[in-house]
């Protein structure tokens, strides 16, 4: 585990503390800070339960 300050990105983080984590989890949580493409897939062989940011416009990116 890396401990970061307050100028990085949590979301950008997120990949190296999944795979370190694989084979012992079934879900991973997350707040609306992990939601990205990139997170949900690095989520992969659990499932990812991660808060969508709100879309004020309605348009979906995907």
């Known amino acids: 585990m890396e401990v970061t300050d307050e100028h ?12 370190g984590a694989m084979d012992k989890v079934n879900k991973v949580f997350g707040d ?9 897939s690095a989520a992969m ?3 990812p339960v991660i808060k969508p940011k709100i879309n ?3 348009k979906s990116k995907g």
Do not use: H, I, P
């Open 45 to 47: 062989g659990a499932e």
């Open 32 to 40: 609306s800070a992990y939601d990205s493409r990139d997170n949900f």
């Open 8 to 19: 990085t990105a949590d979301g950008k983080e997120f990949s190296k503390l999944v795979n």
């Open 56 to 58: 004020f416009t309605g």
